[in-house]
């Protein structure tokens, strides 16, 4: 074969869909190619052409416009455009080279053959986009695989206590007792010369020492288990638990060849596998000190790689992440009363973004607000003020960062009594000027997370009334709704960024996921729906018939496959010790991921011009 079709050749094994052709077709359909070269603002296909190919580009860029002239999308290396041959009843298309462009073409007969013969080939051309978006889900989460994150595929060394509490066997059990009480642990290893020789439990404690009434000072050796089985830190977490289950133990020493290294327990095996939010929950709620809250927060990066790598929707890692950072609030805010004292008036805290919508990840600000009784006075303020410093300045401690735009409670304007609440809305829903609807897309997502819901109810179910009976307002929330766009796009330099800090990379969030969240508010707020959270909002919105049914499946298809690749993508900067961002590397995706997103990006144009049409939004903007 020529170096030349060699090359051919390499190139369509690696871009879908012929990477799914057996070698057999593929060279079949490699000796029906044929290659062209098109000049800047060339047409495709050229003018009087049947048009009766697939043209797949392999240097250069294309834009293709609707029969108006409208642009619909831009295509570069690897992308392919099909003006009539796939469906000669639908509209016809045209492209136009955006630059010096070299381009492979496949015939139309060619390609029905081999599509009559591989179903998988066959089926790229054939499934919607909304269909080739939730198969993409589906690959995506079951390639994360449950076993992935399972006690198979993790050491010992992942999960141990790194830090060893221990004594020497001439020690009395009161003094053991006093070391366990003081660490807070259920058990203590006993060493002598730098060697493990024994282990005593509370269970020991209960059964050996009290039930059978010795002294206080009996020596700890009398009472522990000596030579206990022991694990090394490469050890399978799964065989650990297997050893404990064989043995009817619950702790397992950890020894190197260099000596002591830990301890793991069935509580370190129980908290990984559920890891999960509801233990992380319940110790959170537990705590008494803002510096337990941060050691809390630390192990919140592991457990959204845990759910990462274990197959979980973005939607189920949101809500769960989210759950946590409510748990540290409401600990903060009891916290807080501890040590200034009950609140001299009812209130509700409430947050806002993403905390507030259930799509939080370990990477986020913090938005929140005081909603206060009207029975406030001036007198109320220092409390307040107080208050919500010491949450705000415990959820940064704890790693959520104060808000860039400070839109958080210990700001005094967003630490109001309800009849002021009241008046900043209505003011933003009869006057949507410019700030008003940046403040509406921050503050009509909100959330009770603790406090009076009495309050927070009679707030929200106000502003919903308002706001559904004016189309003026609902109109201009989608204009300010169309202002983020996807790209038209996803190759070369077009969506990426190039400001020093983050140079060729795709802002996922602000280019993908926002454009989705703002879609969903205007359709919510335009049927009274009280949920907050994106997909309920989608799914609401579509029952009450503020949305098609086929419109919010794609919304939600879009939005979570949108979600996971950024999911996915911080997970690995966590696991590589690195802060996350929102900064997604082209080189992350690959070729079929990137076709997968550019669908994604598909469905928001559509929805966007959907939205437009039914408000005229484009005269507010």
Known sequence: MEIELEEIRDFLAQRPPFDHLPDAALDLLLGEMSIRYLRRTSQVPPEGDTGDFLYLVRKGALEVHDSTGKLMEKLGEGDYFIPYCDNPDSERLQANAEEDTLVYLAPCDVLKRLRSSSPEFDHFFSAGTNERLRLAIHQITDDGGLNNSSLM?????????????????????????????????????????????????????????????????????????????????????????????????????????????????????????????????????????????????????????????????????????????????????????????PAPLAYAWVSGGSQARQEQTSYSDQDNALILADGYQSEHEAYFAALANFVCDGLDACGFYYCPGEAMASNPKWRQPLARWRSYFSTWIEKPEPMALMLSSIFFDLRLVAGDAELFDQLQQGVLEQTQKNKIFLAYMAANALQHRPPLGFFRQLVLISDGDHDNTFDIKHRGLVTIVDLARVYALSCGCTEVNTLDRLRFSAAHGALSQEGAANLIDALEFISILRIRHQAKQLKQGQAADNYLPPNELSALERGHLRDAFKVIAEMQSALDSRYQASRFY
Do not use: W
């Open 153 to 341: 595929n993790i050491s010992a060394a992942e999960l141990f206590e790194s830090r060893v509490v221990q004594t020497s066997p001439d020690s009395t059990v009161l003094q053991a007792a006093q070391i366990m009480t003081e660490h807070g642990v259920s058990s203590l290893l006993i060493t002598a010369d730098d060697r493990l020789v024994g282990i005593v439990t509370d269970k020991d404690l209960r059964r050996r020492f009290i039930c059978q009434r010795l002294a206080y000072d009996t020596p700890i050796e009398q009472v522990m288990t000596p030579n206990p089985i022991y694990i090394s830190s490469d050890t399978p977490a799964f065989e650990a638990l297997l050893r404990m289950t064989r043995e009817g133990v619950h702790h397992l020493p950890v020894v190197d060849p260099d000596g002591l290294k830990g301890l793991i327990s069935t509580t370190d095996l129980i908290r990984y596998q559920s890891a999960h939010g509801p233990y992380l929950v319940r110790e959170i709620l537990r705590a008494e000190r803002i510096d337990d809250l941060k050691n809390s927060a630390a192990r919140l990066p592991r457990l959204q790689i845990q759910l990462a790598e274990s197959g979980a929707t973005a939607h189920h890692i949101g809500q769960v992440v989210s759950s946590v950072t409510d748990a540290i609030t409401q600990r903060l805010l009891v916290l807080a009363e501890q040590q200034l004292g």
